[in-house]
């Protein structure tokens, strides 16, 4: 009950104040392709084209391929986004950015280790605009306003 509540409140306010709060686990980021696509090496999801992502989901997943190889294709955003290019987005669209919030990973986790120079090239051969901060933000919240 406080919860349905409070999502009502929530979307007084929004339509009231034109105000809206997402929560975005990046495409780039080190779980970005979630738990289906997030594949057996690092930033995997980001380092394959759609054929080779197929190719390798059919060779090494084979019982989840169908699926996996779907959401890949239709579950996120196309064309993936960066950071700055979802921020640029967002204004496009008619909104001011009121708050933006990044959430890196920890500086103890592998991933921080793992994000070396020669996979940030890797990556950017698909994906040129890609940025080591791209890689290491595993989440942003960001409040918008309705211009």
Not at 5 to 16: D, H, K, L, T
Not at 108 to 123: E, K, Q, V
Request: proline share 5%; aromatic share 8%.
């Amino acid at each position: 009950m406080i919860s349905q509540q409070r999502s009502e409140r929530s979307g007084a306010c929004s339509v009231q104040a034109g105000l809206s709060l997402h929560g975005v686990q990046p495409w780039f980021g080190p779980e970005g392709g979630h738990s289906l696509c997030t594949l057996d090496f690092p930033w995997g999801h980001v380092r394959l084209s759609n054929e080779d992502f197929a190719r390798y989901e059919r060779e090494w997943r084979p019982l989840e391929a169908d699926d996996a190889i779907a959401y890949h294709r239709d579950g996120f955003q196309q064309p993936r986004l960066t950071l700055e290019d979802s921020r640029a987005a967002a204004c496009a669209a008619g909104f001011e950015i009121v708050h933006w919030r990044e959430t890196r990973v920890p500086l103890r986790d592998i991933h921080s280790g793992l994000a070396t120079t020669a996979l940030l090239d890797d990556c950017r051969r698909l994906n040129p605009r890609v940025t080591k901060r791209d890689l290491l933000t595993i989440g942003y919240s960001v409040l918008l306003r309705s211009l």
